[in-house]
């Protein structure tokens, strides 16, 4: 089946640093690309929607400036956690969609974040 | 905003037990994911149902979608303790927008 690889898998960093989070689908093209936040036993909560090529979508609430997101190609997408403080840690996870208009995500195994 | 409602959000059984997971909301969806999630992975997805009253079964596990296309539940038979997770209804729109709503998670702990 297809294979969605999230990079790093755990990171520490201290207060006021960057951190990036890449996300690449192995076997097939993403034009979109889903990234979530979630917190222990609790559900997923949508972050933004990345489209490959143009600006990503934003839920209301997530802070555009804090949590850029790079589409650069059909199988890569990153999210950029900027100037990091310990109330952005939490559990990142990344999906993408297989085809257009499909509705099949493929998920990566999470980055858990902690910012000291 | 579509809201999907799982209930119930814990739940902690003995090995051999039954259970059922309920998902509800007050939209209709084109179609529904079960997903089972273990701590520190990504989401796994178990099945989708797409058509109304539609029934799936995967070994112990069965899965139904309501007539309405507005909730869903899935059932456990003799759960085991590798049930053990953190279980996601998903509910997917029609349209262009194509985007999943998540449900708000029900953590399942079966002991052996």
């Known amino acids: 089946g297809a294979v969605v690889s999230q990079h790093p898998s755990r990171v520490i960093c201290k207060s006021g640093t960057s951190v990036k989070i890449e996300c690449r689908s192995l076997?097939?093209?993403?034009?979109?690309m889903f990234w979530y936040r979630q917190f222990p036993k609790k559900s997923l909560m949508l972050m933004a929607t990345?489209?490959?090529?143009?600006?990503?979508?934003?839920e209301q609430g997530v802070e555009k400036d804090k949590f850029l997101i790079n589409h650069a190609s059909l199988t890569l997408s990153t999210l950029t956690v900027t100037s990091a403080h310990p109330e952005d840690s939490s559990f990142y996870i990344c999906?993408?969609?297989?085809?257009?208009?499909?509705?099949?995500?493929?998920f990566g195994s999470g980055t858990q974040l902690s910012v000291l | 905003t579509q809201l999907l409602e799982q209930s119930p959000q814990f739940l902690s059984i003995q090995e051999g037990e039954n259970l059922t997971v309920y998902c509800n909301s007050s939209?209709?969806?084109?179609?529904l994911q079960w997903y089972r999630q273990e701590p520190g992975e990504g989401p796994v997805l178990l099945v989708t149902?797409?058509?109304?009253?539609e029934v799936k079964k995967l070994k112990r596990l069965t899965f139904q979608f309501g007539d309405a296309r507005k909730d869903s539940s899935l059932h456990i038979t003799a759960a085991q303790p590798g049930d053990t997770g953190l279980y996601l209804c998903?509910?997917?729109?029609?349209?262009?927008?194509?985007?999943?709503?998540f449900g708000s998670g029900t953590q399942l702990t079966v002991l052996p």
């Open positions: 999906s993408a969609r297989w085809g257009h208009s499909s509705e099949k995500l493929f």
């Open positions: 076997d097939f093209q993403a034009t979109t």
């Open positions: 990345s489209n490959e090529g143009s600006k990503a979508t934003y």
């Open positions: 939209s209709v969806f084109s179609s």
């Open positions: 149902v797409v058509t109304g009253g």
């Open positions: 998903a509910g997917a729109t029609s349209g262009s927008a194509r985007q999943l709503t």
